[in-house]
C-alpha cells in the first residue's frame, strides 16, 4: 500500500506565476488535508477536503488559494500569482473514513520556492 | 484558544543519555495527541498517539510519551538517546475532525557523541 504521494517534491516559481501543487492519498483514504510549514516553524493547517467537497477552509488565506479534491485524480493545492512569501514547505495528509480517533499519515512534502 | 506549546526550541543530549520533550496543550474538548519526527527535507513521521485508555503509550524507535490531563501535558521520553534521533520533534492535539491537527513549533534534537 503505498503511502501520501505528493509531486512535485520540488517546484520553483517566479512571482506571478501559478503553482499547483498535487496530493495522491492513500489507498482507501477519503480525507485530504493541506499544511504549509514555513522556514523555521511548525504545520499550520490550511484545508481539510473530502471528495468533491471542502469540509473545513478556516486556514486558507482569503486570495489567491484554492484546494478541490475531485471525484478521480488527486487532490490539488493551487497557488495564483505566487509572492515570495509564499515559499514554504506544503504537506499533504490522508485519514481514512470516519474522523473520531484517526490518523492522519503525511506525504513527503512538496518545497514551494518563489523567485 | 486552541494551541499546542513546545516549549523547548532546541536541545542537545549526549548519545546514551535519556531523553524528554515537553508538550503542552489547550484544547476545547477530548483532546487526540500526536508526536511526529522530521528528518531534514523530509515528511512527518508518526512515533506515536493517545486516543484514550492506558495514558503512558509506547511508540515506535523506543519512544513513549505520558498524557497528564490535570497538566494539559503530552511529554515524549527515550531512554537512551541513539545518534539517528537527531531531528525535529511536532506535539499535536486532533479532535472531531480527524487528521486536522494543531502542531507545536516543534523541538529540534541534536545528539552529540
Known amino acids: 500500500n503505498a503511502g501520501v504521494m505528493q509531486n512535485p517534491r520540488h517546484l520553483v516559481r517566479r512571482r506571478g506565476q501559478e503553482a499547483r501543487l498535487r496530493c495522491s492519498p492513500m489507498k482507501g483514504h477519503s480525507h485530504v488535508y493541506w499544511y504549509r510549514q514555513l522556514p523555521e516553524e511548525g504545520l499550520k493547517f490550511m484545508v481539510y477536503?473530502?471528495?468533491?467537497?471542502?469540509?473545513?477552509e478556516s486556514g486558507m488565506p482569503k486570495e489567491r488559494f484554492s484546494a478541490e479534491f475531485p471525484k478521480e485524480g488527486p487532490s490539488i493545492l493551487r497557488i495564483q500569482q505566487v509572492v515570495r512569501g509564499d515559499s514554504a514547505a506544503y504537506f499533504c495528509?490522508?485519514?481514512?473514513?470516519?474522523?473520531?480517533?484517526?490518523?492522519?499519515?503525511f506525504g513527503q512534502g512538496t518545497r514551494l520556492t518563489v523567485v | 484558544a486552541q494551541s499546542v506549546t513546545q516549549p523547548d526550541i532546541h536541545i542537545t543530549v549526549s548519545e546514551g543519555a535519556s531523553l524528554e520533550l515537553r508538550c503542552n496543550y489547550s484544547y476545547g474538548a477530548t483532546p487526540y495527541l500526536f508526536w511526529y519526527v522530521q528528518s531534514p527535507g523530509q515528511g512527518l513521521q508518526l512515533l506515536l498517539k493517545?486516543?484514550?485508555?492506558?495514558?503512558l503509550v509506547q511508540g515506535i524507535k523506543g519512544f513513549e510519551a505520558e498524557f497528564k490531563r490535570s497538566q494539559s501535558s503530552f511529554n515524549l521520553r527515550k531512554p537512551s538517546v541513539h545518534w539517528s534521533d537527531a531531528a525535529e520533534y511536532f506535539c499535536a492535539v486532533g479532535g472531531n475532525q480527524g487528521g486536522k491537527l494543531i502542531f507545536g513549533q516543534g523541538t529540534e534534537l541534536s545528539v552529540k557523541p
Open positions: 495528509a490522508s485519514s481514512p473514513p470516519g474522523v473520531w480517533g484517526t490518523e492522519a499519515f
Open positions: 493517545y486516543f484514550s485508555g492506558d495514558t
Open positions: 477536503l473530502q471528495k468533491e467537497n471542502i469540509i473545513d
